[in-house]
């Protein structure tokens, strides 16, 4: 099954000077698949920033390097001679870097900032409701540099940061 991502440009109406450049700059994206799991869930959306610098551990929005129309999500790991190497957090999903190399800066397009999770079905009660209001957004990670380009360590570096804020958020 082919990776995916919607996209949606430029939110809210016509306003002029800096906010106008800035709305035209930000979008949302929609996560199709697994590959970037536990980080992103299908389904989730991404506020994202076009023509944003892309950081080693930053989730980038790029497009597929032998099918240019389509979009996926990845993480940025490094720089290397040809591009960028990216891969997803989810080690059993292999479309990413480790299949197609080093990503050319010019396939990527967006750098996404927050992560927007949707409510899981309806909800009649108030219970069910207040701790998806808590996770639903939340800022994306950016990973530190200097780690392994593989994607078991992206994975078992990612679980271990996101356990650890996941504790730090529940010791408040």
């Known amino acids: 099954m082919p990776e995916r991502v919607r996209e949606s440009r430029g939110y809210g109406q016509q306003r002029s ?5 800035l709305l035209k700059r930000i979008g949302l994206a929609e996560v199709y698949n697994p590959s970037m799991l536990p ?17 080693p551990g930053a989730v980038v929005l790029l497009r597929h390097p032998l099918q240019h129309d389509l979009l996926i999500v990845k993480r940025a790991v490094e720089r290397r001679s040809g ?3 990216v ?4 080690s059993q999903v292999r479309n990413d870097s480790r299949e ?3 990503v050319p800066d010019d396939l990527m397009v967006a750098r996404a900032w927050v992560r927007l999770r949707p409510p899981r079905g309806p909800q009649r009660s108030l219970r069910p409701v207040l701790p998806w209001v808590f996770s ?18 992206s994975s078992s570096s990612l679980t271990s940061l ?3 804020l996941s504790r730090r958020l529940r010791a408040r």
Do not use: E, H, I, M
């Not at 000077?17 to 450049?21: I, M, T, V, Y």
């Not at 891969?87 to 989810?90: L, S």
């Open 136 to 153: 639903a957004v939340r800022p994306l990670v950016v990973l530190p540099a200097g780690r392994s380009g593989t994607a078991s360590a």
């Open 83 to 85: 591009g960028w190497w």
């Open 17 to 21: 000077g800096a906010l106008s450049g």
């Open 39 to 55: 980080t992103l869930r299908p389904g989730d959306r991404l506020v994202v920033k076009y023509g944003s610098r892309v950081r």
């Open 162 to 164: 996101l356990s650890r």
């Open 100 to 102: 197609f190399g080093a």
């Open 87 to 90: 891969v997803g957090d989810n």
